[in-house]
């Protein structure tokens, strides 16, 4: 039995250490604005983690159109709560929430935590060729 609870409803998000979180801290969205990370919350589909005492300790938010596609983004654990699954509740919360939809196709990408998501079914992405991207964001 866990020691958290996951929430799918964005009332509960804790909006201020979230921004904190991903704004300071998340390697991929350094510097992102308050407004940004409130307008890509607002249009996703996000959770929460949080302990016994409603203290919010993770998140993470799907982007999808709800019949074909799901992108997992912006996935944080607090660093005081990594180390006890928390970023596997999240992987396999996407699972299920694909799942729920009738959606066959979920991608993320990751720097350093690929075995975290290949503990809920994530692979590499099959026949990269096919993929393509616009990324105007500064080089890390």
């Known amino acids: 039995m866990s020691d958290y609870w996951l929430s799918e409803d964005p009332a509960d ?24 990370i409130e307008r890509s919350f607002a249009h996703s589909f996000p959770a929460g983690l949080f302990t016994a005492d409603r203290q919010q300790v993770a998140v993470a ?6 019949a074909t596609f799901v992108w997992l983004c912006d996935v944080y654990v607090d660093p005081d709560h990594r180390g006890h699954g928390l970023g596997s509740m999240l992987a396999q919360w996407t699972v299920e929430w694909t799942g729920r939809h009738g ?3 979920a991608v993320l990408a990751t720097l350093d935590a690929h075995g975290v ?3 809920a079914g ?6 990269p060729e096919r993929w393509m991207e616009i990324d105007t964001r500064p080089a890390p």
Do not use: Q
């Open 103 to 105: 959606i066959k196709r």
């Open 122 to 127: 994530f692979a590499p992405v099959g026949y």
């Open 117 to 119: 998501y290949a503990k």
């Open 61 to 66: 938010r799907i982007v999808s159109d709800c």
């Open 13 to 36: 998000l804790d909006m201020d250490r979230v921004v904190r979180w991903i704004s300071t801290d998340a390697y991929w969205a350094r510097g992102r604005t308050r407004e940004v």
